[in-house]
C-alpha cells in the first residue's frame, strides 16, 4: 500500500519560512517513482484543495501563481521524497498542505501564519 507521510508544518509569522516534506513508501519491487508527477496541494479556509506547486522529472515545476517567486519545490527521487521551501509566508497561505503523487494523497498538515 503507497503511503504518503508528510512532515515539517507548524506556526510561523508572517514573513518567515517553513520547509515541508513528503515521504513516499509502500512501493512494489522495481517500481519507477520518476515515471510519476508529484506535488503539493491546499486547502484554506472557505475554498477549494488548490494546486501549490508539482515537479514531473525532467520537466520545470509547476507553481500557483499567488506562490510564484515565494514557494521552491524540489523532488528526490533516489529518496522517493518531495521539499517545499516556503519563504515570505503570509496569512493567506495558511491552510492544510497535502502531498499528493499520481492519485495518491497524504493526510495533510497543518500550515499557519500569523500576521
Known amino acids: 500500500q503507497l503511503r504518503l507521510v508528510e512532515s515539517g508544518g507548524g506556526l510561523v509569522q508572517a514573513g518567515g519560512s517553513l520547509r515541508l516534506s513528503c515521504a513516499a513508501s509502500?512501493?512494489?519491487?522495481?517500481?519507477?517513482?520518476?515515471?510519476?508527477?508529484i506535488g503539493w496541494y491546499r486547502q484554506t479556509p472557505g475554498k477549494q484543495r488548490e494546486l501549490v506547486a508539482t515537479?514531473?522529472?525532467?520537466?520545470?515545476?509547476n507553481y500557483a501563481d499567488s506562490v510564484m517567486g515565494r514557494f521552491t519545490i524540489w523532488r528526490d527521487n533516489a529518496k522517493r521524497s518531495v521539499t517545499l521551501e516556503m519563504n515570505n509566508l503570509k496569512p493567506e497561505d495558511t491552510g492544510v498542505y497535502y502531498c499528493r503523487y499520481d492519485t495518491y494523497w497524504g493526510k495533510g498538515i497543518q500550515v499557519t501564519v500569523s500576521s
Open positions: 515537479r514531473r522529472s525532467g520537466r520545470d515545476p
Open positions: 509502500g512501493f512494489t519491487s522495481g517500481f519507477a517513482f520518476d515515471d510519476y508527477v
